[in-house]
C-alpha cells in the first residue's frame, strides 16, 4: 500500500465515525411507496400479456419454419414462362 | 411489529397475495437497509426518497420471482436489488460535477492537503467533512469505480460480499479496485496541480 493509499484509508475510517442519520421511514413513505405499486389487476394483465407474447412469437416462429420447409424444394430457380408462351406473348404484345 | 414476532415467510406470502397491511410492514422493514445502501451511492442530484421509492418499486415488481429456497437469504437480495439500482443511477448522471479547490470548506481542504502531503498528521476536523471530502472525491470516479470503493473503503465490504451485491466476479471486483485507486490517486493528483496553476 502507497502513501497515498495509507492517508486515503485513515481518512476513510474517519469518515466512517461521521454519525449516523435517521433511518426511519418519513410519515407517509409507506404510502408513496404502495402508490406506486402497480395494482393486482395490472399485474395480471402484464402477467398474462407476457405469457401470450411468448407464446404467439413461439407460434410464428413455427409457421416461419413449416413454410421454410415447404419451400425448400422449389428453391431452384425454375423459367418464369414455358418458351411457347413466351413466344405467343411476344407475338401478341409485337401486333399490339 | 417487534422484531421477533416478525415471520418474513409470511409476510411475503401475503404481499404476493396484495395484502397492503403486508407490504406496509416490509417496506417500514427494509427502509432503514435500503436508505443506508441510498446513502452510500447516490447521485449528487438525486434526491434519496425518489431513489428508495424507485427500489421499493423493482422490489414489488420482482418479488414474485424470489425463491427461498434458492439459499439467498431476503435481506442479500433486497441488497443486491438496491445496489444495482443505485448502480443505474449513478451510470444515468450525465455530467460529473466540476472539483474546484476554492469550493472546499476549510476543513476538505485539510483533509485533501493531508491526503497529498508527504509528512503531516490528519486533522483534527468531524469526521463529517472526512466524509464529505471522500464523496466530491468519488463523484469525479466512472459508476462502478465509485461503487466498488465505496463499498470497500467506506461500508467495509469484502471482496466476495461486493461479488455477491454487483453479480462481478471476485477476480473483477479486485481489479476494479486497484484501478479505481489508482484513478482515485490521479483524480487528487490533478486537483491539486490544478490549484497551483490557479494561484499563479
Same mark, same amino acid.
Given at each position: 500500500?502507497?502513501?497515498?493509499?495509507?492517508?486515503?484509508?485513515?481518512?476513510?475510517?474517519?469518515?466512517?465515525?461521521?454519525?449516523?442519520?435517521?433511518?426511519?421511514?418519513?410519515?407517509?413513505?409507506?404510502?408513496?411507496?404502495?402508490?406506486?405499486?402497480?395494482?393486482?389487476?395490472?399485474?395480471?394483465?402484464?402477467?398474462?400479456?407476457?405469457?401470450?407474447?411468448?407464446?404467439?412469437?413461439?407460434?410464428?416462429?413455427?409457421?416461419?419454419?413449416?413454410?421454410?420447409?415447404?419451400?425448400?424444394?422449389?428453391?431452384?430457380?425454375?423459367?418464369?414462362?414455358?418458351?411457347?408462351?413466351?413466344?405467343?406473348?411476344?407475338?401478341?404484345?409485337?401486333?399490339? | 411489529?417487534?422484531?421477533? +414476532?416478525?415471520?418474513?415467510?409470511?409476510?411475503?406470502?401475503?404481499?404476493?397475495?396484495?395484502?397492503?397491511?403486508?407490504?406496509?410492514?416490509?417496506?417500514?422493514?427494509?427502509?432503514?437497509?435500503?436508505?443506508?445502501?441510498?446513502?452510500?451511492?447516490?447521485?449528487?442530484?438525486?434526491?434519496?426518497?425518489?431513489?428508495?421509492?424507485?427500489?421499493?418499486?423493482?422490489?414489488?415488481?420482482?418479488?414474485?420471482?424470489?425463491?427461498?429456497?434458492?439459499?439467498?437469504?431476503?435481506?442479500?437480495?433486497?441488497?443486491?436489488?438496491?445496489?444495482?439500482?443505485?448502480?443505474?443511477?449513478?451510470?444515468? +448522471?450525465?455530467?460529473?460535477?466540476?472539483?474546484?479547490?476554492?469550493?472546499?470548506?476549510?476543513?476538505?481542504?485539510?483533509?485533501?492537503?493531508?491526503?497529498?502531503?508527504?509528512?503531516?498528521?490528519?486533522?483534527?476536523?468531524?469526521?463529517?467533512?472526512?466524509?464529505?471530502?471522500?464523496?466530491?472525491?468519488?463523484?469525479?470516479?466512472?459508476?462502478?469505480?465509485?461503487?466498488?470503493?465505496?463499498?470497500?473503503?467506506?461500508?467495509?465490504?469484502?471482496?466476495?460480499?461486493?461479488?455477491?451485491?454487483?453479480?462481478?466476479?471476485?477476480?473483477?471486483?479486485?481489479?476494479?479496485?486497484?484501478?479505481?485507486?489508482?484513478?482515485?490517486?490521479?483524480?487528487?493528483?490533478?486537483?491539486?496541480?490544478?490549484?497551483?496553476?490557479?494561484?499563479?
Amino acid at each position: 500500500m502507497n502513501d497515498f493509499d495509507k492517508r486515503w484509508q485513515t481518512c476513510a475510517a474517519r469518515a466512517r465515525q461521521a454519525p449516523a442519520r435517521s433511518e426511519s421511514p418519513p410519515p407517509g413513505f409507506a404510502m408513496r411507496v404502495l402508490g406506486r405499486k402497480p395494482s393486482a389487476m395490472e399485474m395480471a394483465l402484464e402477467a398474462l400479456w407476457e405469457r401470450l407474447a411468448m407464446r404467439w412469437l413461439a407460434g410464428v416462429a413455427a409457421v416461419l419454419v413449416v413454410c421454410a420447409a415447404l419451400e425448400l424444394p422449389n428453391l431452384r430457380a425454375a423459367p418464369l414462362l414455358k418458351p411457347g408462351i413466351e413466344n405467343t406473348v411476344t407475338q401478341l404484345a409485337w401486333k399490339l | 411489529m417487534a422484531e421477533a +414476532e416478525f415471520d418474513l415467510a409470511r409476510c411475503l406470502a401475503s404481499v404476493l397475495q396484495h395484502d397492503e397491511e403486508a407490504a406496509r410492514t416490509l417496506v417500514d422493514r427494509l427502509y432503514p437497509q435500503v436508505i443506508r445502501i441510498v446513502r452510500g451511492h447516490l447521485p449528487r442530484r438525486a434526491a434519496e426518497q425518489d431513489l428508495a421509492q424507485e427500489i421499493f418499486a423493482k422490489l414489488f415488481s420482482k418479488l414474485q420471482d424470489y425463491r427461498p429456497q434458492q439459499s439467498v437469504p431476503f435481506e442479500n437480495w433486497v441488497s443486491r436489488l438496491a445496489v444495482r439500482t443505485c448502480l443505474d443511477a449513478l451510470r444515468a +448522471e450525465k455530467r460529473r460535477p466540476e472539483l474546484r479547490w476554492g469550493d472546499l470548506p476549510e476543513e476538505q481542504a485539510a483533509w485533501l492537503e493531508f491526503m497529498l502531503a508527504d509528512d503531516s498528521a490528519p486533522p483534527d476536523s468531524d469526521a463529517a467533512s472526512a466524509r464529505e471530502l471522500l464523496d466530491r472525491l468519488l463523484s469525479q470516479l466512472k459508476s462502478e469505480d465509485r461503487l466498488v470503493i465505496t463499498l470497500l473503503d467506506l461500508d467495509q465490504k469484502s471482496v466476495k460480499e461486493i461479488s455477491q451485491l454487483t453479480g462481478w466476479s471476485i477476480p473483477l471486483v479486485k481489479v476494479r479496485a486497484f484501478r479505481a485507486r489508482r484513478k482515485l490517486r490521479k483524480v487528487a493528483q490533478v486537483f491539486r496541480e490544478r490549484n497551483v496553476h490557479e494561484r499563479l
